[in-house]
């Protein structure tokens, strides 16, 4: 009899602390699923909150009784802070778009180039050492790479290029290819690694050169990737701001000419930032309208990178 009220005991008390154990672990669960779910919804409503106060004042910047819509698109002037007031984002966007058109011609056949032989051609003891100074080179601060372009690729410059302006497109532009450089390079790497490697091996048993197993095989197989890094490649260009404010200019001018000074949507930015201009004026104002269509242009550069991903992704099995 003792025996089974032992028995009897020993199981209510395993039985009660199975059930405290499973209470606790449930306890805890709940409590990293709150912690996940809040870090979550800041990030989300951190988001909304953007695009509430861009669109928010960008609405009332349109709603002034001086401000045209169609001119905003037309007008080939920018001048929110002259008594005479354009506003005209041609100008604006006309530079940004130079500047990242001069840094994605450098940048990505650089960085394309260097994933291709890092990924492939380079040895394991190169690919060490490469990696490292690639890293270091994304890790440099933009700012610091503004003095560079200004003080020491555009006195370069000067001595090849005829009537370059002490601030000009074409060294921002250079400057910028190299900051965006580390980012083709990169997730070209990890798309192409990313490659099966029986692919390769029945490229070369087919009797394929190491050439003819880069440009036929991999690249095509990896190009999904590659076209993301081209595209997050020229959204990081286009939204890049200290190089483009130190040695691009602050010129709000329609301009091809990479030799000129110009201004572009975030050194305006920048500039209007520090201005001291009330905070419900139209100057004011217009700083968020430029922001807005920063914003618009990542945004379709980013539903256009995610259609190219699925567009060209391969499946392996």
Known sequence: MNKTSNKIASINHNLKSALSKKFFSNIVENIIRIILLSAASISILTTIGVIWSLSSETFMFFRDPTVNFMDFITDHEWTPFFTEKHFGIAPLLTGTLLVTFIALVLGIPLGLGSAIFLSEF??????????????????????????FALFSITPILKMFVPGLSTQNSLAAGIVMGFMILPTVSSISIDAMQAVPRRLREAAYGLGATKAEVVSKVIVPAA???????????????????????????AQPVITFDPRDAIATMTAFIANAAQSDQESASVGARALFAVGATLFLITLILNIFSHQVVSRFSEKYD
């Open 122 to 147: 380079a040895s394991s003891r190169v690919r060490q050492i490469a990696m490292p100074i690639l890293e270091i080179l994304a890790g440099i601060p933009t700012i610091v790479l503004g003095f």
């Open 223 to 249: 190009l999904s990737g590659i076209m993301a890094a081209f595209i997050l490649a020229m959204s990081r260009a286009i939204g890049e701001t200290m190089i483009v404010t130190l040695a691009a200019g």
